[in-house]
């Protein structure tokens, strides 16, 4: 399969902590993408990493890429209500696909 | 810059009926994406194009479900006939070229009843 597969499923912290969620794949990528998506609203863009690159930041985002082992972390630090979402990592080989997501939810 | 918009909103037909979805990318993006995305899972790649020709269909049940893109702009998803799982939410996005970012409209909730 080319889609990506997170881990875990679901993750609940409290506001302010760090969430950490991953992503694995079994084909060559030109480059992995994360995606949140709130509640009844679309899908959101949030960070793009090429299959040269090992790390990128965006605001409070974290990404990395480890293309030996075939996976991906995205890090939210000092987490916000407003971070309850589901959270999909993307394929990018020719077609993008999404994995199944992972359900974040932020405890104010 | 206005973003992807599809029509319409919410739909909902009786099984075995037939139904099309609408959609405009953004203006300049050559490469627009149909998605299924079932109520908690995620995202299922349907039909990609590239300017009017079809990159990957190879998830797009061909025998209900058809789509176009005619001049490279506008887009239509057809289902004929509906089935009760066809209900869910049909996504459309675009990106400027293959490899970039895609962005997305806020989708069609189907129901199939």
């Known amino acids: 399969s080319q889609q990506g597969e997170e881990d875990p499923q679901a993750l609940s912290i409290q506001e302010g902590e760090n969430a950490t969620m991953n992503c694995s794949y079994k084909?060559?990528?030109?480059?992995l993408q994360w995606y949140r998506q709130n509640s009844g609203r679309g899908l959101v863009h949030l960070i793009l990493?090429?299959?040269?690159?090992r790390e990128k930041h965006s605001g409070r985002l974290r990404v990395t890429l480890d293309t030996s082992k075939k996976s991906s972390s995205l890090l939210i630090t000092a987490s916000r209500a407003a971070d309850t979402a589901s959270y999909f990592c993307?394929?990018?080989?020719?077609?993008?696909?999404f994995g199944k997501g992972t359900r974040l939810s932020v405890i104010a | 810059e206005a973003g992807v918009a599809q029509s319409p909103r919410y739909k909902i037909i009786e099984k075995r009926q037939s139904v099309a979805f609408w959609c405009n990318p953004i203006?300049?993006?050559?490469?627009l994406y149909w998605y299924q995305q079932i109520l908690g899972q995620g995202p299922k790649l349907l039909i990609q194009?590239?300017?009017?020709?079809?990159?990957?269909d190879s998830q797009l049940p061909k025998d209900r479900f058809s789509a176009e893109r005619l001049k490279g702009v506008d887009s239509t998803l057809k289902i004929q006939p509906a089935k009760l799982e066809d209900s869910a939410v049909y996504l459309c996005?675009?990106?400027?070229?293959?490899?970039?970012?895609?962005?997305f409209g806020q989708g069609t909730r189907l129901t199939v009843v």
């Open positions: 203006s300049g993006h050559a490469t």
């Open positions: 990493i090429r299959s040269n690159e």
């Open positions: 996005a675009s990106s400027p070229e293959t490899n970039t970012e895609a962005f």
């Open positions: 084909t060559s990528i030109n480059n």
């Open positions: 194009f590239q300017n009017n020709g079809v990159v990957d």
């Open positions: 993307a394929i990018r080989n020719t077609p993008l696909v």
